[in-house]
């Protein structure tokens, strides 16, 4: 059996409320930290902290239940739910926080839809993603990421299949959750457009980081929010 060693020496601290912007070739490891900054993933060395606490100590459940409270995720290639129409994609990761009463899940998806319309969505919310396109798909990962206003919003080149109208109202929206509501965002990006708006940008190269800060060097992966 073949090992991958896709991240090594990683030290990376990010501060709340942060836009960090991460960046570099394909397969130089962006998802892979993408997915251990967003709890989806263990490391197998090394130790990543989330508030001040390592997360290797806490049950599958446990990462899964922080994951849930805590982080909004867009996926490189969306993972929506194919039996879902996108407006009930949007609304699963507040299913997944607690149980809705019927007026809750009313509010709720009114909620989603808005969120979709604002996201140039509007007459597509009641679509399975099979009838949406590859940028329409992208958009409802977007909004599925912010509908619970999550604290730290982890995000795969989540504009990668948009035309630059729909990158300038993510970039919008994504600067808006930031100043409404404090939101933290990572994100790996090769748009210039959104590496423009960026508090902090990351060098990928294999598996390294490159020109890391010197404030930000000899530290564990730890994230304060
Ligand atoms: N599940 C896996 N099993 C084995 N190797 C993997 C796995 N996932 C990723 N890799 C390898 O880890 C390295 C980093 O991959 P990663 O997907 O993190 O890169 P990336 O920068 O996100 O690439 P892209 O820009 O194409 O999305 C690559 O060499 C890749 O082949
Ligand atoms: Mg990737």
Do not use: W
């Amino acid at each position: 059996m073949f090992a991958v060693r896709a991240l090594h020496d990683i030290h990376l601290e990010v501060e709340p409320g942060e836009m960090l912007a991460v960046c570099g070739p394909s397969g130089h490891g962006k998802t892979t930290l993408l997915n251990l900054i967003g709890l989806l993933d263990t490391a197998s060395a090394g130790e990543v902290e989330f508030d001040g606490k390592g997360v290797a100590s806490l049950s599958e459940a446990q990462r899964a239940l922080l994951r849930a409270s805590t982080v909004g995720l867009v996926f490189q290639s969306f993972s929506l739910v194919p039996v879902l129409t996108a407006q009930d994609n949007v609304l699963l990761p507040l299913q997944l926080r607690a149980r809705l009463t019927g007026a809750e899940r009313k509010a709720a998806a009114e909620q989603a839809a808005e969120l979709l319309a604002r996201l140039g969505l509007a007459s597509h919310v009641r679509h399975y993603p099979a009838r949406l396109d590859a940028g329409q798909c992208q958009r409802v990962a977007i909004a599925r990421a912010l509908i619970t206003r999550p604290r730290l919003v982890v995000a795969d080149e989540p504009t990668s299949r948009l035309d630059s109208g729909f990158v300038r109202m993510v970039s919008e929206l994504f600067a808006s959750y930031q100043r409404e509501y404090g939101t933290t965002f990572v994100i790996s990006t090769r748009d210039q457009r959104q590496l423009a708006r960026a508090t902090r940008t990351l060098q990928l190269a294999d598996g390294r980081l490159l020109a890391a800060p010197a404030d930000t060097a000899r530290r564990p992966l730890r994230m304060h929010q």
